[in-house]
């Protein structure tokens, strides 16, 4: 493809000038942005085709780059639009504020949060600060050290708090997940700090957070405060679902001497959709990010042995949200994934 980093652009940024304008002038603009990040990204998954699998030769990709500049900075731009609009200072009425608590919500809980993510894997430091002042707009700085330090390196094991174990729902999930990696994360931290001599990060994520709550209440008083950490909340409660779906039950076997197998592709679920896997910068690709964490996004591969989820991300977290039905359709495709592997892994 000539523009590999195009259908990127239109489908991430789309809902960005709808949220503009509808923070301002309420109206169909909002719920036409909500619409876009839910009901129409499911549509356009069925009726897409899967997307390439192969990925684009790999490359330095300065667009790549420049994309996610562009959304990490629009995000920004969003936030006290966001929180003026729920807020009610912006003139919405009750239902239009509603609609903007959505649209925003949607929007950075799966735009903003799979483009930080993509940010804080990239080397260079301007890149790197930028998606970590996304997670700590959101109040989840933290994550910027409990993904890179704890996800990756203890991926699908116990020791990674953001993994779920076959049979725990979302709900059991969330706060677990947000807890470990914060107090987790914060000691990994402090051991490199005393290492190197410096200050842990930690000031930065909790200060920076700090420092986003006490400026919206500020300007925007209470109501204002409430409605950013009403986004906030929503916001980290969708990254969590990500983590939650992209690696369920995908356990690491562990070894006689009390280690864990190594990580391979079978250890993360995956989505081949078109529509949602530009929307949110190849975050469905989650096997070969892991293998690859320094591969940018319009690279990444989905070869054909890897985990797929039976619908697309977002369609998949409406379906965690109700265990019953989750463990009825995620339970007997865990065991499925880990038997074949143990059956290869005997034969190989």
């Given at each position: 493809?000539?523009?590999?980093?195009?259908?990127?652009?239109?489908?991430?940024?789309?809902?960005?000038?709808?949220?503009?304008?509808?923070?301002?002038?309420?109206?169909?603009?909002?719920?036409?942005?909500?619409?876009?990040?839910?009901?129409?990204?499911?549509?356009?998954?069925?009726?897409?085709?899967?997307?390439?699998?192969?990925?684009?030769?790999?490359?330095?990709?300065?667009?790549?780059?420049?994309?996610?500049?562009?959304?990490?900075?629009?995000?920004?731009?969003?936030?006290?639009?966001?929180?003026?609009?729920?807020?009610?200072?912006?003139?919405?009425?009750?239902?239009?504020?509603?609609?903007?608590?959505?649209?925003?919500?949607?929007?950075?809980?799966?735009?903003?949060?799979?483009?930080?993510?993509?940010?804080?894997?990239?080397?260079?430091?301007?890149?790197?600060?930028?998606?970590?002042?996304?997670?700590?707009?959101?109040?989840?700085?933290?994550?910027?050290?409990?993904?890179?330090?704890?996800?990756?390196?203890?991926?699908?094991?116990?020791?990674?708090?953001?993994?779920?174990?076959?049979?725990?729902?979302?709900?059991?999930?969330?706060?677990?997940?947000?807890?470990?990696?914060?107090t987790r994360g914060y000691r990994v931290e402090q051991q490199r700090?005393?290492?190197?001599?410096?200050?842990?990060?930690?000031?930065?994520?909790?200060?920076?957070?700090?420092?986003?709550?006490?400026?919206?209440?500020?300007?925007?008083?209470?109501?204002?405060?409430?409605?950013?950490?009403?986004?906030?909340?929503?916001?980290?409660?969708?990254?969590?679902?990500?983590?939650?779906?992209?690696?369920?039950?995908?356990?690491?076997?562990?070894?006689?001497?009390?280690?864990?197998?190594?990580?391979?592709?079978?250890?993360?679920?995956?989505?081949?959709?078109?529509?949602?896997?530009?929307?949110?910068?190849?975050?469905?690709?989650?096997?070969?990010?892991?293998?690859?964490?320094?591969?940018?996004?319009?690279?990444?591969?989905?070869?054909?042995?890897?985990?797929?989820?039976?619908?697309?991300?977002?369609?998949?977290?409406?379906?965690?949200?109700?265990?019953?039905?989750?463990?009825?359709?995620?339970?007997?495709?865990?065991?499925?994934?880990?038997?074949?592997?143990?059956?290869?892994?005997?034969?190989?």
């Amino acid at each position: 493809m000539r523009f590999p980093v195009l259908p990127f652009a239109l489908a991430s940024f789309a809902p960005v000038p709808l949220l503009a304008y509808g923070g301002f002038e309420g109206g169909a603009a909002l719920w036409v942005a909500v619409i876009y990040t839910s009901f129409f990204a499911f549509v356009m998954d069925q009726i897409l085709p899967a997307t390439n699998r192969d990925g684009t030769e790999t490359g330095d990709f300065p667009a790549a780059n420049t994309l996610s500049v562009v959304l990490a900075i629009s995000h920004l731009a969003l936030m006290p639009l966001a929180v003026m609009s729920v807020a009610g200072l912006t003139g919405l009425g009750g239902g239009e504020r509603v609609a903007a608590f959505f649209g925003f919500g949607l929007y950075f809980g799966q735009v903003s949060n799979s483009n930080a993510h993509e940010l804080i894997h990239r080397g260079d430091k301007i890149l790197f600060s930028l998606g970590k002042w996304v997670y700590i707009s959101m109040l989840y700085g933290h994550h910027t050290t409990a993904h890179r330090l704890l996800h990756h390196v203890h991926v699908s094991t116990p020791l990674d708090p953001n993994f779920p174990p076959k049979g725990r729902s979302f709900y059991r999930y969330f706060l677990r997940g947000w807890v470990g990696s914060f107090t987790r994360g914060y000691r990994v931290e402090q051991q490199r700090a005393a290492r190197a001599g410096r200050v842990t990060p930690y000031v930065e994520y909790v200060g920076g957070g700090l420092a986003f709550l006490l400026a919206f209440g500020v300007a925007f008083g209470w109501g204002g405060m409430a409605a950013y950490l009403g986004l906030c909340f929503y916001a980290q409660s969708q990254l969590a679902m990500v983590d939650y779906l992209q690696h369920y039950g995908l356990a690491r076997q562990k070894l006689p001497d009390g280690s864990y197998e190594p990580q391979a592709s079978h250890h993360s679920w995956n989505s081949p959709h078109w529509f949602s896997s530009h929307m949110m910068v190849n975050a469905a690709r989650h096997s070969d990010h892991h293998a690859n964490p320094n591969r940018i996004y319009p690279a990444l591969r989905l070869p054909q042995h890897h985990p797929v989820l039976p619908y697309s991300l977002p369609a998949m977290g409406i379906v965690a949200l109700l265990p019953a039905l989750w463990f009825k359709l995620m339970d007997k495709r865990v065991d499925k994934v880990l038997s074949s592997a143990r059956e290869m892994a005997i034969k190989g």
